[in-house]
T-cell receptor, first 112, second 108 residues
Framework: ETGVTQSPTHLIKTRGQQVTLRCSSQ?????VSWYQQALGQGPQFIFQ???????GRGNFPPRFSGLQFPNYSSELNVNALELDDSALYLC???????????FGQGTRLTVV | GIQVEQSPPDLILQEGANSTLRCNFS?????LQWFHQNPWGQLINLFY???GTKQNGRLSATTVATERYSLLYISSSQTTDSGVYFC??????????FGKGNQVVVIP
């Protein structure tokens, strides 16, 4: 059984650019959630995808968007990158929407 | 939204010592999880414990849902226990709300 995997592990982008982060959910899981963790803080919920539909969104602007594919893997897209978007982005998968979540190793995004 | 407070924010332990980390939350919850964040950033699942008590080796956790708190016990601490411990709760809205974490340093 494979766990949650994210790619890439590190990324450097320039302000104004766009970025796509990827997440493969744990085998058998149909729900993927994305979180942003700034330095020294706890993770903040961005949004959740359940069976390819967005199923809840946190307090993030529309330039944060996502997608879930039929195999339940997911992408997080961020447009018009700002310096404050520099953070660790974590993906979590679960079986169902309100059950134990398992996290990937994260993607560390630096915007310069 | 729900507030999650963890205490103490920072803890320094001598190897072999015991410690208790506390998580208070401001509303009833469906789920509660404890995580250990490793130096590379990954959140490692420790306990899924919306209520009751569980033990896993030197770690144990207790959640008293009616009083809105959870405790994580670390016994006979080892240097590998160092890192940040997070409590996260979910109250039926499909999202985990995290505390700010407990930074634990275990010195040999």
């Amino acid at each position: 059984e494979t766990g949650v995997t994210q790619s890439p592990t590190h990324l450097i982008k320039t302000r104004g650019q766009q970025v796509t982060l990827r997440c493969s959910s744990q085998s058998g899981h149909n729900t993927v959630s994305w979180y942003q963790q700034a330095l020294g803080q706890g993770p903040q919920f961005i949004f959740q995808y359940y069976r390819e539909e967005e199923n809840g969104r946190g307090n993030f602007p529309p330039r944060f968007s996502g997608l879930q594919f039929p195999n339940y893997s997911s992408e997080l897209n961020v447009n018009a990158l700002e310096l404050d978007d520099s953070a660790l982005y974590l993906c979590a998968s679960s079986l169902g929407t309100s059950t134990e979540a398992f996290f990937g190793q994260g993607t560390r995004l630096t915007v310069v | 939204g729900i507030q999650v407070e963890q205490s103490p924010p920072d803890l320094i332990l001598q190897e072999g010592a015991n410690s208790t980390l506390r998580c208070n939350f401001s509303d009833s919850v469906n789920n509660l999880q404890w995580f250990h964040q490793n130096p590379w950033g990954q959140l490692i699942n420790l306990f899924y414990i919306p209520s009751g008590t569980k033990q896993n080796g030197r770690l144990s956790a207790t959640t008293v849902a009616t009083e809105r708190y959870s405790l994580l016990y670390i016994s006979s601490s080892q240097t590998t226990d160092s890192g940040v411990y997070f409590c996260a709760v979910e109250r039926g809205n499909n999202r985990l709300a995290f505390g700010k974490g407990n930074q634990v340093v275990v010195i040999p």
